[in-house]
Protein backbone atom coordinates (compact mmCIF):
# COMPACT_ATOMS: atom_id res chain seq x y z
CA UNK A 1 0.00 0.00 0.00
CA UNK A 2 1.50 3.49 -0.72
CA UNK A 3 0.79 6.15 1.41
CA UNK A 4 1.13 9.78 2.03
CA UNK A 5 4.79 10.44 3.85
CA UNK A 6 5.33 12.55 6.56
CA UNK A 7 5.73 15.90 5.56
CA UNK A 8 9.28 16.96 7.42
CA UNK A 9 11.31 20.31 7.34
CA UNK A 10 10.23 23.22 6.36
CA UNK A 11 7.50 21.52 3.72
CA UNK A 12 4.12 22.78 3.96
CA UNK A 13 0.61 21.34 4.49
CA UNK A 14 -1.05 23.93 1.90
CA UNK A 15 -5.17 23.23 2.10
CA UNK A 16 -7.51 25.48 0.52
CA UNK A 17 -11.31 25.27 -0.85
CA UNK A 18 -11.69 24.29 -4.77
CA UNK A 19 -14.10 26.67 -6.16
CA UNK A 20 -14.43 24.79 -9.04
CA UNK A 21 -13.94 21.10 -9.43
CA UNK A 22 -14.08 20.88 -12.93
CA UNK A 23 -11.03 18.67 -13.63
CA UNK A 24 -9.10 21.48 -15.37
CA UNK A 25 -7.45 22.99 -12.04
CA UNK A 26 -6.40 20.50 -10.53
CA UNK A 27 -5.48 18.63 -13.58
CA UNK A 28 -4.98 14.96 -12.79
CA UNK A 29 -5.00 13.28 -16.15
CA UNK A 30 -1.88 12.08 -18.13
CA UNK A 31 -0.48 10.56 -14.96
CA UNK A 32 0.37 13.67 -13.55
CA UNK A 33 -1.57 15.99 -11.44
CA UNK A 34 -0.93 19.45 -12.29
CA UNK A 35 -2.23 22.65 -10.42
CA UNK A 36 -1.56 25.19 -13.50
CA UNK A 37 -4.13 27.85 -13.52
CA UNK A 38 -5.89 29.35 -10.32
CA UNK A 39 -4.59 30.02 -6.93
CA UNK A 40 -1.39 31.86 -7.99
CA UNK A 41 -0.39 32.95 -4.22
CA UNK A 42 0.13 28.91 -3.65
CA UNK A 43 1.87 28.62 -7.01
CA UNK A 44 3.97 31.06 -6.74
CA UNK A 45 5.25 29.85 -3.96
CA UNK A 46 5.32 26.14 -3.10
CA UNK A 47 8.09 23.89 -3.33
CA UNK A 48 9.29 19.88 -3.92
CA UNK A 49 8.23 18.41 -0.90
CA UNK A 50 5.11 20.29 0.22
CA UNK A 51 1.49 19.42 0.39
CA UNK A 52 -1.40 20.71 -1.48
CA UNK A 53 -4.48 19.47 -0.22
CA UNK A 54 -8.03 21.08 -1.77
CA UNK A 55 -11.31 20.62 -0.32
CA UNK A 56 -15.12 20.87 -1.37
CA UNK A 57 -17.41 24.33 -0.05
CA UNK A 58 -19.94 24.79 1.49
CA UNK A 59 -21.78 21.67 2.71
CA UNK A 60 -19.09 20.00 1.69
CA UNK A 61 -16.38 21.56 2.83
CA UNK A 62 -14.61 19.04 5.19
CA UNK A 63 -14.11 16.97 2.13
CA UNK A 64 -10.97 16.23 0.42
CA UNK A 65 -11.29 16.47 -3.59
CA UNK A 66 -7.29 15.49 -3.74
CA UNK A 67 -4.02 15.48 -2.09
CA UNK A 68 -0.90 16.38 -3.97
CA UNK A 69 2.98 15.80 -3.54
CA UNK A 70 4.55 18.19 -5.15
CA UNK A 71 7.20 16.96 -6.99
CA UNK A 72 8.28 19.82 -9.24
CA UNK A 73 7.36 23.39 -9.33
CA UNK A 74 8.04 24.35 -13.58
CA UNK A 75 8.18 27.68 -14.44
CA UNK A 76 4.80 28.51 -17.21
CA UNK A 77 7.92 28.83 -19.90
CA UNK A 78 9.30 25.12 -18.68
CA UNK A 79 5.74 23.93 -18.43
CA UNK A 80 4.78 24.65 -22.61
CA UNK A 81 8.25 23.43 -23.59
CA UNK A 82 7.52 20.24 -21.62
CA UNK A 83 3.77 19.69 -22.89
CA UNK A 84 5.11 20.24 -26.20
CA UNK A 85 8.31 17.70 -25.95
CA UNK A 86 9.00 14.75 -27.73
CA UNK A 87 11.57 13.76 -25.02
CA UNK A 88 11.32 11.98 -21.86
CA UNK A 89 10.74 14.96 -20.19
CA UNK A 90 7.23 15.20 -21.80
CA UNK A 91 4.07 15.79 -19.69
CA UNK A 92 1.40 14.54 -21.81
CA UNK A 93 -2.46 15.38 -22.13
CA UNK A 94 -2.74 18.28 -20.60
CA UNK A 95 -2.85 21.01 -23.95
CA UNK A 96 -6.50 21.25 -24.71
CA UNK A 97 -7.54 20.31 -27.98
CA UNK A 98 -11.15 21.96 -27.67
CA UNK A 99 -13.85 23.90 -25.67
CA UNK A 100 -14.41 20.74 -23.76
CA UNK A 101 -11.00 19.91 -22.95
CA UNK A 102 -9.74 19.73 -19.43
CA UNK A 103 -6.13 20.27 -20.24
CA UNK A 104 -4.68 23.22 -18.11
CA UNK A 105 -1.75 24.38 -20.81
CA UNK A 106 -3.61 27.01 -22.09
CA UNK A 107 -1.22 29.68 -22.75
CA UNK A 108 1.20 29.48 -25.92
CA UNK A 109 3.75 32.26 -24.41
CA UNK A 110 4.88 32.78 -20.82
CA UNK A 111 6.41 35.90 -21.75
CA UNK A 112 3.69 37.97 -23.39
CA UNK A 113 -0.57 37.83 -23.56
CA UNK A 114 -1.47 35.62 -26.13
CA UNK A 115 -5.44 34.73 -26.30
CA UNK A 116 -5.47 31.24 -24.96
CA UNK A 117 -6.40 28.12 -26.24
CA UNK A 118 -10.31 27.15 -26.19
CA UNK A 119 -10.63 24.95 -22.98
CA UNK A 120 -13.21 23.60 -20.80
CA UNK A 121 -11.38 26.27 -18.01
CA UNK A 122 -12.73 29.03 -20.27
CA UNK A 123 -9.82 30.90 -19.10
CA UNK A 124 -8.83 33.31 -22.28
CA UNK A 125 -8.18 36.58 -21.58
CA UNK A 126 -5.71 39.24 -20.53
CA UNK A 127 -6.65 39.20 -16.83
CA UNK A 128 -6.66 35.45 -16.71
CA UNK A 129 -3.32 35.11 -18.08
CA UNK A 130 -1.85 37.67 -15.29
CA UNK A 131 -3.34 35.56 -12.70
CA UNK A 132 -1.98 31.99 -14.34
CA UNK A 133 1.09 32.89 -15.62
CA UNK A 134 2.54 36.19 -14.24
CA UNK A 135 1.26 36.56 -11.02
CA UNK A 136 1.08 32.07 -10.73
CA UNK A 137 4.97 32.36 -11.64
CA UNK A 138 5.23 28.48 -11.59
CA UNK A 139 3.09 24.98 -12.34
CA UNK A 140 3.15 22.24 -9.48
CA UNK A 141 2.90 19.18 -10.70
CA UNK A 142 2.79 15.88 -8.94
CA UNK A 143 3.05 11.66 -9.74
CA UNK A 144 2.04 10.94 -6.32
CA UNK A 145 -1.46 12.07 -5.60
CA UNK A 146 -5.12 11.34 -5.08
CA UNK A 147 -7.89 12.54 -6.80
CA UNK A 148 -11.45 12.20 -5.64
CA UNK A 149 -13.32 14.81 -7.08
CA UNK A 150 -16.54 14.71 -6.60
CA UNK A 151 -16.27 11.60 -4.18
CA UNK A 152 -18.44 8.56 -3.64
CA UNK A 153 -19.70 6.84 -0.78
CA UNK A 154 -16.40 4.17 -1.15
CA UNK A 155 -13.86 7.71 -2.07
CA UNK A 156 -15.16 10.14 0.47
CA UNK A 157 -12.61 11.57 2.94
CA UNK A 158 -14.20 13.93 5.04
CA UNK A 159 -12.96 15.10 8.13
CA UNK A 160 -15.23 14.23 10.89
CA UNK A 161 -17.59 16.82 13.07
CA UNK A 162 -15.28 17.37 16.73
CA UNK A 163 -12.20 16.89 14.88
CA UNK A 164 -9.13 19.26 15.70
CA UNK A 165 -8.30 18.95 12.21
CA UNK A 166 -10.95 20.86 10.70
CA UNK A 167 -8.97 24.08 11.54
CA UNK A 168 -7.22 23.60 8.28
CA UNK A 169 -10.02 24.18 6.27
CA UNK A 170 -10.12 27.89 5.26
CA UNK A 171 -13.11 29.79 6.85
CA UNK A 172 -13.26 31.74 3.41
CA UNK A 173 -11.36 31.40 0.13
CA UNK A 174 -8.04 32.13 0.98
CA UNK A 175 -5.38 29.01 1.62
CA UNK A 176 -3.99 28.37 5.07
CA UNK A 177 0.14 26.77 5.65
CA UNK A 178 1.72 28.61 7.91
CA UNK A 179 -1.12 27.81 10.55
CA UNK A 180 -0.75 24.19 9.29
CA UNK A 181 2.42 23.62 10.89
CA UNK A 182 1.53 22.11 14.01
CA UNK A 183 -1.04 19.57 12.18
CA UNK A 184 1.50 17.88 9.60
CA UNK A 185 1.21 14.82 11.40
CA UNK A 186 -2.19 14.49 12.73
CA UNK A 187 -3.43 14.98 8.96
CA UNK A 188 -0.91 12.44 7.53
CA UNK A 189 -1.95 10.13 10.33
CA UNK A 190 -5.56 10.98 9.38
CA UNK A 191 -5.50 10.45 5.56
CA UNK A 192 -3.29 7.44 5.55
CA UNK A 193 -5.63 5.91 7.74
CA UNK A 194 -8.72 6.91 5.29
CA UNK A 195 -6.79 5.28 2.91
CA UNK A 196 -6.70 1.67 4.97
CA UNK A 197 -10.48 2.20 5.65
CA UNK A 198 -11.50 2.58 2.12
CA UNK A 199 -9.13 0.18 0.79
CA UNK A 200 -7.10 2.53 -1.22
CA UNK A 201 -3.83 1.12 -2.42
CA UNK A 202 -2.36 3.04 -5.07
CA UNK A 203 -2.92 6.87 -5.58
CA UNK A 204 -4.35 8.14 -8.63
CA UNK A 205 -7.66 8.78 -10.38
CA UNK A 206 -10.04 8.09 -7.88
CA UNK A 207 -13.04 9.79 -9.29
CA UNK A 208 -14.65 12.42 -11.33
CA UNK A 209 -14.71 15.98 -11.12
CA UNK A 210 -18.05 17.51 -9.90
CA UNK A 211 -18.65 19.23 -12.65
CA UNK A 212 -18.20 17.43 -15.95
CA UNK A 213 -17.86 18.82 -20.04
CA UNK A 214 -19.86 15.29 -20.84
CA UNK A 215 -22.81 16.02 -17.78
CA UNK A 216 -22.98 19.68 -17.51
CA UNK A 217 -24.26 22.09 -19.45
CA UNK A 218 -24.74 24.99 -16.43
CA UNK A 219 -22.68 28.05 -17.15
CA UNK A 220 -19.65 28.68 -15.65
CA UNK A 221 -20.54 32.73 -14.43
CA UNK A 222 -21.09 32.08 -10.81
CA UNK A 223 -17.84 29.05 -10.96
CA UNK A 224 -15.84 31.92 -12.40
CA UNK A 225 -16.73 34.57 -9.95
CA UNK A 226 -16.16 32.29 -6.90
CA UNK A 227 -12.69 31.30 -8.43
CA UNK A 228 -11.42 34.54 -9.12
CA UNK A 229 -12.62 35.35 -5.40
CA UNK A 230 -10.49 32.73 -4.24
CA UNK A 231 -7.68 33.76 -6.18
CA UNK A 232 -7.45 37.37 -4.88
CA UNK A 233 -7.66 36.30 -1.23
CA UNK A 234 -4.94 36.02 1.03
CA UNK A 235 -3.64 33.06 3.40
CA UNK A 236 -6.00 32.87 6.61
CA UNK A 237 -3.68 33.69 9.52
CA UNK A 238 -5.42 33.40 12.95
Not at 119 to 130: A, L, V
Not at 181 to 209: C, H, S, W, Y
Amino acid sequence: MIELENIVGENRLFTYKVAHDGGSAPNPYGGVCTLAICKPKIRSVAKRGDVVVGFGCKDDQYRIVYCMVVDENLTWEEYIKRCNSNGSDFIKDKIPKNDKDQGDCIWLDANRYIKALKSWSKHDGSEDFDRDVTNGKKVLIGSKFWYFGSGSKKNSLTIPEGNDLRLIVPRAQGHRSTSNMNFRDAFVEFFNKQLVDKEITEPGLKGAPTISPTTDERTYSACRAAEKESDLTDEELD
